[in-house]
């Protein structure tokens, strides 16, 4: 490829900044994120909109940044997604298009994909018309991802699919999931793992949603059923999905910071947002609070605003070290378990200040009222994504170089390992 | 882990550790608990010489940064006294040598010329002792009288104060604040020494019975010197703090090594998992902890509109995970690590030091949230 010329950051951000300013509506103080809680078909507008929004950037050279242009993407930089960050803070965007769509469902057909695999997906998804879950955890393995049990049985030139999928975020008014699956029973079980391509809208796939704590409906769980998928399908080798699972779970655990996906900075503070917006944030809780003069209420701001510029700092001296080599892919894991202990610890110190508005408030009371679900929701920075149990076994093991864990079911033939009867979900199980 | 250091910032880093290392490895710091000024005189000329006091200097008065960026150059310095837990003035002859360099002119030309070629020590009095002991108050009062300036009060926990020959004293004039510059043995000056943790660094408190001292020794303006006073907090903090991550990285691998090592049970302790995941946390408050020491002497240097929150976010952070981080470590040693035969504990004691001068976790949350405020306020006129 010749070298070509690319847009300089500030040439770039100064379009962004032009085109956001004149298409994109600013995010009013009644803005509510993307887990907020709304009626389904107030949800499926929402998710429209998204895919209009995707269309528009695409429509005008800024949807995926950091992908290459022959797929659709701008071939820009880390730098030039930054600046597009910032440009486009306080504006709308297109949310439900970014995580897992964008990183790491796209960024693993981008790495492992075909061709033919490439040119076909990556543009539809840089439009917004494909949207992309990870058909990754199971009922029985979450956090031991290369447990899967979904069968992928090799029938001609395609593969019949049997299991049950979970955890798949908004995976009703999906198009796609990227599918880990287990086509050799016969070797340990990492070394019998093939990662498929599947239409989400099928008749052999039942889709269960689950209903969460506050009453979302957003996690889905999939019932596959001789579900067909021809071989051209499959992403990576046969029996080598564990190759394309390890960097699926880094883009997984270093999304919060992937150049790849645009970032919501301010709002609610959970992905280590802008200096400016968190303190706006938290100033506002104080006021509300009516504790702008108690000195324990302002050392709690003080802590949440350290969190927070910690998180984000974190973020960026990890990626300095890996871009200069100095540090492992595996540093991410540092990153994910700062989000989950940070964020917690966020969440417990705004419960705080809310006081008993947190838990009894007027019905028109957003602010507090959804302080007390939040603090219910707590430990979801810590579970999603990766639990925080394993970012500590990763950062010990592959960062630091300490002995792993005894694993009974490593150099053993995938079908001698021993797992629950129930298969693990059952919450009456009893040992 | 330092990235994107230039060849120059290399070699003081290089030249530093190396003299580190052969003038004051761990035995020699030992000794130096017995010495009341805890630090050879010669070994800091000796250190000076190679910039350790002339990177916040301005050229003119013998000074200059090996990089352009003189602060993140001494940020790597400081780093290097916490690897090493080494003793000395570093922090405090270099928030007078900035000090004084500002004012510009030739007022300063000499003690600059001591300061900078380590032939003397400066210190900056700036805290007080109870009830005035909170970050940032100042009781001291400098009043003028005839041409001269005569100052009342009393400073604590004044670093090498009794080794210092220049003392950098903040005081109160009416609303705002004053800074002068008096001589070591100036009629009423009282120094004393105090107790302290560290084996080598030196505290003390310095009484002012109405010494008085000519008008050429204030910097600035009277009432007016706030600005600076800010600026000397935010070099302190960030020297201060990234001092603090270099004790920690060098606890941080006793407590690696020593997990390797150490054998219970018939496995090393690097192989449980309730050990592993403890360590897991340390890197994780190491890591953020380089994050933000490296974003606060970046911000200083920079001037930046939010440098002052900053330094006390690395701080607050600091301050509370820091001491955390080195005793969990002392945990994991056990026995050993409570001993003064072992090396953890110099590194324990100048994080535990330098979590409470300049401001504790506490009290930079609540100057955060104030500084933010204020911004917000200042903002909102501007709209």
């Known amino acids: 490829m010749s070298v070509e010329e690319i847009e300089s950051v500030e040439q770039f951000r100064a379009r962004a900044r032009a085109w956001i300013r004149a298409n994109l509506q600013p995010i009013g103080s009644d803005h509510r994120g993307r887990m907020a809680l709304r009626p389904d078909d107030e949800e499926l507008a929402e998710v429209a909109e998204d895919r209009r929004l995707q269309r528009l950037l695409y429509d005008n050279g800024l949807a995926g940044i950091c992908f290459p242009k022959e797929y659709g993407g701008q071939g820009l930089t880390r730098a030039h997604a930054e600046a597009f960050d910032e440009e486009i803070d306080g504006y709308r965007f297109p949310e439900r298009v970014q995580v897992p769509n964008m990183t790491p469902c796209a960024t693993v057909i981008l790495e492992f994909g075909t061709e033919e695999q490439k040119l076909l997906h990556l543009p539809r998804i840089m439009r917004g018309e494909e949207l992309w879950m990870q058909f990754l955890s199971e009922p029985g393995s979450g956090s031991d991802v290369a447990g899967a049990k979904v069968s992928a049985v090799r029938d001609g030139d395609d593969w019949i699919l049997n299991g049950s999928k979970i955890w798949t975020t908004g995976a009703w008014w999906s198009d796609w999931g990227l599918c880990l699956a287990r086509t050799n029973w016969d070797v340990p079980k990492h070394r019998g793992l093939t990662v498929f391509m599947v239409p989400i809208h099928q008749d052999n796939i039942e889709i269960s949603r689950i209903e969460m704590l506050d009453g979302s409906k957003e996690f889905c769980q999939e019932f596959l059923t001789d579900v067909r998928v021809p071989d051209t399908d499959r992403i990576g080798g046969i029996d080598d999905g564990w190759t394309v699972t390890t960097r699926w779970l880094m883009h997984e655990r270093s999304f919060t910071s992937s150049p790849y996906a645009v970032h919501a900075l301010g709002g609610d503070g959970e992905l280590g947002p802008a200096a400016g917006e968190a303190a706006d944030h938290l100033l506002t809780l104080l006021d509300r609070s009516g504790r702008a003069d108690d000195p324990a ?114 150099n053993v033939p995938y079908r001698e390992v021993r797992s629950a009867p129930s298969g693990g979900s059952s919450a009456s199980r009893r040992s | 882990m330092k990235v994107g250091l230039t060849a120059d910032q290399e070699l003081l880093v290089g030249t530093t550790r190396k003299y580190l290392q052969d003038t004051v490895p761990s035995d020699v710091l030992r000794q130096l608990r017995d010495r009341p000024d805890g630090y050879d005189p010669d070994y800091w000329a000796a250190g000076a010489e190679l910039g350790w006091a002339a990177l916040l200097v301005a050229e003119e008065h013998g000074g200059g940064s090996v990089s352009g960026q003189g602060l993140r150059d001494l940020a790597l310095v400081a780093y290097e006294f916490g690897r090493h837990a080494s003793p000395g003035p570093l922090l405090t002859t270099n928030v007078v040598a900035e000090a004084l360099s500002r004012v510009g002119g030739d007022t300063y030309a000499q003690p600059l010329e001591e300061l900078v070629s380590g032939t003397a020590v400066g210190t900056w009095a700036y805290a007080e002792p109870t009830p005035h002991g909170g970050l940032g108050e100042v009781a001291t009062t400098a009043v003028a009288d005839g041409g001269d300036w005569v100052l009342t009060g009393e400073k604590v926990a004044v670093e090498h104060g009794a080794q210092a020959a220049y003392l950098l004293v903040t005081a109160r004039t009416g609303d705002g604040l004053t800074q002068l510059l008096v001589p070591a043995g100036t009629p009423g000056v009282t120094v004393t020494p105090q107790k302290t943790i560290d084996v080598s660094r030196r505290f003390a408190r310095v009484s002012l019975r109405e010494a008085r001292v000519p008008a050429s020794a204030l910097l600035g303006a009277a009432g007016a010197a706030a600005p600076e006073v800010e600026r000397q907090l935010r070099t302190a903090l960030v020297i201060q703090t990234a001092e603090m991550v270099g004790a920690l990285d060098r606890v941080f691998e006793l407590t690696m090594s020593w997990l390797s090592d150490r054998y219970s049970f018939g496995r090393p302790l690097a192989s449980y998992q309730a050990l592993k995941h403890r360590v897991a946390d340390q890197k994780m408050w190491l890591e953020t902890s380089h994050a933000l020491a490296d974003a606060a002497a970046l911000a200083v240097q920079e001037d930046d509109e939010r440098a002052g929150e900053l330094v006390s976010v690395a701080k607050s952070y600091l301050a509370q995970y820091g001491p955390e981080l080195c005793q969990d470590s002392v945990q994991l040693h056990g026995g050993i690590g409570v001993t003064y035969e072992h090396d953890l504990h110099l590194y324990l004691r100048r994080v535990v030091l330098s979590s409470a001068l300049f401001g504790t976790a506490r009290e930079h949350r609540l100057r955060i949230t104030s500084l933010l405020e204020s911004r917000n306020s200042a903002r909102k006129v501007q709209a």
């Open chain 1, 297 to 410: 209420a302002r050392e709690q701001i003080g802590e949440a605003y350290t969190l927070q510029i910690a998180m984000r700092e974190l973020n960026t001296r990890l990626h300095a070290l890996a871009g200069s080599g100095k540090g492992s892919d595996q540093l991410a894991s540092v990153g994910r378990l700062m989000h989950g202990v940070g964020a917690g610890r966020l969440m417990t110190i705004l419960f705080e200040l809310g006081g008993q508005d947190a838990v009894a408030s007027d019905a028109d009371d957003e602010l507090f009222s959804n302080l007390g679900t939040r603090f219910l929701l707590r430990q979801v920075a810590s579970i999603g994504g990766g639990t925080t149990e394993i970012a500590r076994n990763l950062i010990s093991e592959r960062v630091l170089g300490m002995p792993r864990e005894l694993a009974l079911d490593r």
